[in-house]
């Protein structure tokens, strides 16, 4: 790995990190901050996936999260979105697909399908190199906002005694039946849209095995709110499946990290009683 930036806040650190990555098959980069316990003890891990457009940088600079995750002794992990320096058709000709939008899938569509594998990457591969490389231990949470939140909630639902906890701002909750999800899943994917399911936390909802209560938080005045994100679409999911769903619609806010820095210190105080902070 190489250092790209050590940074000190809040008591700890803040590094970033450039490292070859095996799933994606090339570089990519990530951040780390490590409060002040984490330098007489190996303290537990949330992984935070960002949205659309986004890197690794956006929620270390906007959230105003590291303050309360000193005060709970929490180390957060903050990976970049999709791999970087390929040139597929397509991957730089819109915002909502290709780099910067790797919606956390392992896709199947060549090109695509060569390093396109942000499922694998979140899941597996960056946590062993965290947990072999820095004074954590193996127990874990995961949150995210928009395609992140999507990223957070599937990646739960996928591996039952994986994560503690799971918690989302802004979720993509039924990605099947948007035009988000449905260019992106077209795109990695292919056209078997029954493949899609597996992708989808709608869909995951009613088959999972992992019965982690779910924490999300929704603007009411998101520009994306009706036409991406359908929230109503995941409470009759869980609705009917019987699984504990915790949906804060929050009046007055946005799309925005406004939004995220307005709930985060929640979502962190969720996890650290999950992670027995």
Known sequence: MELLSSTKVSGGWLKRYRHESL???GDMVFAIFLPAQAESENVPVLYWLSGLTCTDENFSQKAGAFKKAAELGLAIVMPDTSPRGTDYPAEHESYDFGSGAGFYVNATVV??????????????????????????????????????????????????????????????TNPTQCPWGEKAFTGYLGDDREAWKAWDTCELIAISQERLPLLVDQGEADNFLEEQLKPEALEQACEKAGHELTLRRQSGYDHSYFFISSFIDDHLVHHAKALGL
Do not use: W
């Open 111 to 172: 090109p695509y399908s060569n390093t396109y594998h942000m499922y694998d990457y979140v899941v597996k591969e960056l946590p062993t190199l965290v947990e072999e490389h820095f004074p954590v231990t193996d127990k874990r949470s995961i949150s995210g906002h928009s395609m992140g939140g999507h990223g957070a909630l599937i990646c739960a639902l996928k591996n039952p005694g994986r994560y503690q906890s799971v918690s989302a701002f802004a979720p993509i």
């Open 23 to 25: 799933s994606v098959k």
